[in-house]
């Protein structure tokens, strides 16, 4: 085998098994990700002004609370959830929904960049206030443009706990992004979901990886080359 081709098959290879998928993720400052502002007491909670964020819908209502072992949510609050308060969004009558919505842009997205959304998404472990419907979505410039959504909340997530959700996409323009959390219900009755814990990453291929790729496949181009 000559020098050249076994250059081109070794580089080609080794692309091959380290993969363009490899990445590294950037995070993204989300302001009061974990809904320590407004603070509450131990076991308190306020209700329409959560900080950094819009409240809509016909639900009822949000805020925080400070479980302080309320619902068998301790302080702090289980992991993946994050700090001592958590953002609830009620669904208090059948086809309601509320939602909250950073009140500014998180960030300016850069396209060809890959956006990871995660949230955590509690079941708070109380007679009523049970949660049922759960979405997550990024907005570009308000529009949707990546969404996920975990139904019938509790009956999904194990009491007192929390788990997370998420949702990407990879823009092709450049726009202002925004996340937005919604709780729903098609109950008859009251519903309480929980937030806690935003996270956003830039997913960001790996310049040496890429590098490699290209490696590759000129060398085996011009493998070919010299074949022809």
Do not use: C, K
């Not at 002004?49 to 302080?68: D, E, H, K, L, R």
């Amino acid at each position: 085998m000559s020098i050249s081709r076994s250059i081109a098959r070794a580089a080609f290879v080794s692309a091959l098994a380290l993969g363009v998928s490899q990445a590294s993720a950037l995070s993204i400052p989300v302001t009061n990700f974990s809904f320590e502002s407004p603070a509450q007491a131990p076991g308190g909670n306020n209700s329409g002004v959560i900080t950094g964020w819009t409240i809509t819908g016909n639900g009822g209502g949000a805020g925080v609370f400070f479980p302080n072992g309320n619902g068998g949510l301790g302080n702090p609050l289980p992991a993946p959830a994050q700090g001592s308060q958590y953002a609830f969004l009620e669904a208090a009558t059948q086809n309601s929904t509320t939602s909250i919505t950073t009140t500014s842009a998180v960030t300016t997205v850069t396209p060809g960049v890959t956006y990871l959304l995660t949230a955590a998404l509690g079941h708070r472990n109380t007679g009523a206030r049970q949660p049922d419907n759960y979405l997550i979505e990024l907005l570009l410039d308000g529009n949707p443009v990546a969404s996920n959504s975990l139904l019938d909340a509790s009956n999904v997530i194990p009491a007192s706990t929390f788990v997370d959700l998420s949702t990407s996409f990879t823009p092709a323009t450049a726009g202002a992004l925004t996340i937005r959390l919604t709780h729903s219900t098609n109950d008859a009755i009251f519903r309480q979901g929980a937030f806690d814990n935003v996270r956003l990453e830039a997913v960001l291929p790996e310049p040496a990886t890429g590098a490699l790729a290209l490696l590759g496949a000129g060398a085996l181009g011009y493998r070919r080359r010299r074949q022809a």
